[in-house]
């Protein structure tokens, strides 16, 4: 599935009838786009020549002319993707008939999710999360459900390199937290929804104290997508109602990785020395 492509569907249930429109028409008719002017996509879509253009910039082009550029500079042809296969793709837990089926289908779902995510995360905002992250005093990484232990896994990593790093499960505890930042600190927020009512209330705190806010959220429309000083957009074969989080924890869990590694990099001879010490002290409890 192609960037646009994989844009879209994250975006398509919070998109207004004329935007459903263009969007319709990419999805069916792709190739046409490249045959026509703007003035008759948009009479071809029943829309306007500025609704095309700002479509194109909600998928992230300057315009219809960037959006075909990047079509063909990534060499992307028609892609016709049968129902029956994209339905199998991103199936939960329904229709398995064996163990076999389950380990392929599950292991396709999680790898997917990160090569989905790689192809839409915007380096200018990883470059800038990372450098955020470096300069801050304490890192506050939250989280409801499964993306509050991707939080933790978070706060672990951070804390192994010597960032002041914390999380809590609790909203209560996650409220006070909040309320201690200031604006040297940065508060990361992991949410695949970008809606989770916790979250939004979190990142408001930090907004009004002027704490820098990253948002781990999906591509589209939400609150935290929206309103994050740093949104770092995934995506992942999710449905809406679903027995667990499972392609969205593996994306969340890559851009922690990527900002782990971002930071260690940048002031790698430090914590390289920091690494040394923590694992010294943890190796003696190994057999």
Request: charged content about 25%; proline content about 2%.
């Given at each position: 599935?192609?960037?646009?492509?994989?844009?879209?569907?994250e975006i398509y249930d919070d998109l207004n009838p004329t935007e459903l429109k263009i969007a319709d028409y990419l999805l069916e008719s792709i190739d046409d786009?490249?045959?026509?002017?703007?003035?008759?996509?948009?009479?071809?879509?029943?829309?306007?020549?500025?609704?095309?253009?700002?479509?194109?910039?909600?998928?992230?082009?300057?315009?219809?002319?960037?959006?075909?550029?990047?079509?063909?500079?990534?060499?992307?042809?028609?892609?016709?993707v049968e129902a029956n296969e994209e339905e199998q793709l991103y199936t939960d837990i329904k229709g398995y008939t064996s163990i076999e089926s389950i380990i392929?289908?599950?292991?396709?779902?999680?790898?997917?999710?990160?090569?989905?995510?790689?192809?839409?995360?915007?380096?200018?905002?990883?470059?800038?999360?990372?450098?955020?992250?470096?300069?801050?005093?304490?890192?506050?990484?939250?989280?409801?459900?499964?993306?509050?232990?991707?939080?933790?896994?978070?706060?672990?990593?951070?804390?192994?390199?010597?960032?002041?790093?914390?999380?809590?499960?609790?909203?209560?505890?996650?409220?006070?937290?909040?309320?201690?930042?200031?604006?040297?600190?940065?508060?990361?927020?992991?949410?695949?929804?970008?809606?989770?009512?916790?979250?939004?209330?979190?990142?408001?705190?930090?907004?009004?104290?002027?704490?820098?806010?990253?948002?781990?959220?999906?591509?589209?429309?939400?609150?935290?997508?929206?309103?994050?000083?740093?949104?770092?957009?995934?995506?992942?074969?999710?449905?809406?109602?679903?027995?667990?989080?499972?392609?969205?924890?593996?994306?969340?869990?890559?851009?922690?990785?990527?900002?782990?590694?971002?930071?260690?990099?940048?002031?790698?001879?430090?914590?390289?020395?920091?690494?040394?010490?923590?694992?010294?002290?943890?190796?003696?409890?190994?057999i």
């Amino acid at each position: 599935m192609d960037n646009y492509t994989l844009k879209i569907r994250e975006i398509y249930d919070d998109l207004n009838p004329t935007e459903l429109k263009i969007a319709d028409y990419l999805l069916e008719s792709i190739d046409d786009v490249f045959n026509l002017s703007i003035h008759e996509l948009a009479e071809k879509t029943g829309t306007s020549q500025a609704a095309w253009v700002r479509f194109c910039k909600l998928l992230g082009y300057s315009g219809l002319k960037e959006f075909k550029k990047d079509y063909i500079v990534n060499g992307l042809n028609k892609v016709k993707v049968e129902a029956n296969e994209e339905e199998q793709l991103y199936t939960d837990i329904k229709g398995y008939t064996s163990i076999e089926s389950i380990i392929e289908n599950v292991s396709l779902l999680d790898a997917k999710a990160i090569t989905d995510t790689q192809k839409i995360l915007d380096v200018k905002s990883v470059e800038q999360a990372v450098e955020t992250i470096s300069k801050a005093k304490k890192i506050l990484f939250l989280g409801a459900g499964a993306s509050g232990l991707v939080a933790q896994d978070a706060a672990y990593k951070f804390t192994r390199i010597g960032k002041y790093s914390v999380t809590a499960p609790d909203f209560h505890i996650q409220l006070t937290h909040v309320s201690l930042l200031d604006k040297d600190d940065v508060v990361v927020i992991i949410s695949y929804s970008g809606r989770t009512k916790e979250m939004i209330e979190c990142m408001e705190i930090a907004k009004e104290i002027g704490c820098p806010v990253i948002g781990i959220t999906k591509y589209g429309k939400s609150p935290i997508a929206n309103q994050a000083d740093i949104a770092l957009l995934i995506t992942a074969p999710e449905i809406e109602r679903r027995s667990g989080a499972m392609g969205s924890r593996m994306a969340q869990l890559t851009v922690i990785d990527i900002l782990f590694t971002g930071v260690a990099n940048r002031e790698y001879d430090h914590i390289e020395r920091t690494l040394n010490k923590t694992s010294q002290y943890s190796a003696n409890h190994k057999i």
